[in-house]
């Protein structure tokens, strides 16, 4: 009986990884081909004031579409991106594409946003980073204060020099530097004394708690004071309450983004978003 279980569990489970590298392989193989058949679409997440709850930009998040894998989400597809190089010229789509919508949404709503577009190390390995980076700023006419690049700390662990040296060449183009999910990985603090950060983004699992428990407002309270003694501004992410924002807003953390303003969005439904907030 017990043997019998056992095997039992065991088919199961070869099963279901069987699944698991069946798809990371469709995945794959599907990803070669799919920036060549205008499968990656991007959608935009407007990020908020919190004093003033005017928008004051958006965050370009990747979506995939394919005939035979159905919807595939970033966190599914990104790693592999990533382990495969082809994050490369994927990456490289995104940067122009939000720098291009960037510029037609400054010009209908005639006032200035900025635009956080996420990177994977391995970008930061491409050499040919900062020259498309510039060509894509001017091709579109965006000034590069107006563009944040976000890097997870996961990203900065190896501690390998090239990072150090793309960090600093972003940065010295005037490019902001936006640190993401913060929180969740370690040894953040040491890193935003080494690298050039702008922004800190706090992690939307510390967000959740604030209207609940007195620790995690204790700690996020402690992040934003943190944050603005180094001088630099703080986005809470996942904002999904009003009180999470009103809170906020208290302990003077500068922007947000969550589901409580809006959902990532395709372009068009941005910009007539973003209109609408404008009338009022
Ligand atoms: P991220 O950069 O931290 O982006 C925020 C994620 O949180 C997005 O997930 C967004 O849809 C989600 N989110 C925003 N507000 C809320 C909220 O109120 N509640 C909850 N539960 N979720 C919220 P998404 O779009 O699935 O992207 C996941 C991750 O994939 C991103 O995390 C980013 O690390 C990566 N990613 C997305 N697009 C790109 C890209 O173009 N390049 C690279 N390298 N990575 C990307
Ligand atoms: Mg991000
Ligand atoms: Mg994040
Ligand atoms: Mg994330």
């Not at 193989?29 to 919190?50: G, S």
């Not at 789509?93 to 919508?101: D, E, G, N, R, T």
């Not at 994977?120 to 563009?147: C, G, H, V, Y």
């Not at 800190?200 to 609940?212: Q, W």
Request: overall charge negative; charged content about 20%.
């Amino acid at each position: 009986q017990a043997k019998a279980l056992g095997r039992n569990t065991y088919s199961f489970f070869t099963e279901e990884m069987n699944a698991i590298m069946r798809r990371r392989f469709a995945i794959e193989e599907q990803m070669h081909t799919a920036l060549a058949r205008n499968e990656f679409t991007i959608h935009y997440q407007a990020l908020f004031d919190v004093q003033t709850q005017n928008i004051s930009g958006a965050e370009a998040l990747l979506r995939w579409h394919n005939a035979t894998l159905g919807q595939v989400t970033p966190d599914e597809f990104i790693p592999i991106a990533e382990h495969t190089g082809l994050i490369v010229p994927i990456g490289k789509y995104v940067i122009k594409q939000a720098l291009v919508f960037l510029n037609e949404w400054q010009n209908i709503d005639q006032q200035k946003y900025s635009i956080s577009v996420n990177l994977s190390p391995r970008q930061l390995r491409d050499a040919t980073l900062i020259d498309l980076i510039k060509d894509a700023l001017q091709d579109a006419n965006i000034s590069p204060e107006s563009l944040q690049l976000e890097i997870t700390e996961g990203v900065l662990m190896t501690g390998q020099a090239y990072i150090q040296e793309a960090l600093t060449n972003i940065s010295d183009l005037g490019i902001k530097l936006g640190m993401d999910d913060f929180g969740t990985g370690y040894s953040s603090l040491s890193y935003l004394r080494q690298y050039p950060f702008d922004v800190l983004k706090i992690d939307r699992s510390f967000i959740y708690g604030i209207a609940l428990n007195k620790a995690d407002c204790d700690l996020v309270k402690a992040t934003i004071a943190m944050s603005h003694s180094l001088g630099l501004t703080v986005v809470a992410e996942g904002v999904e309450t009003q009180e999470q924002l009103h809170l906020l807003n208290e302990l003077g953390c500068n922007f947000a983004q969550g589901y409580y303003f809006a959902k990532p969005l395709p372009a068009n439904q941005l910009l007539d978003f973003s209109a609408s907030k404008k009338k009022k």
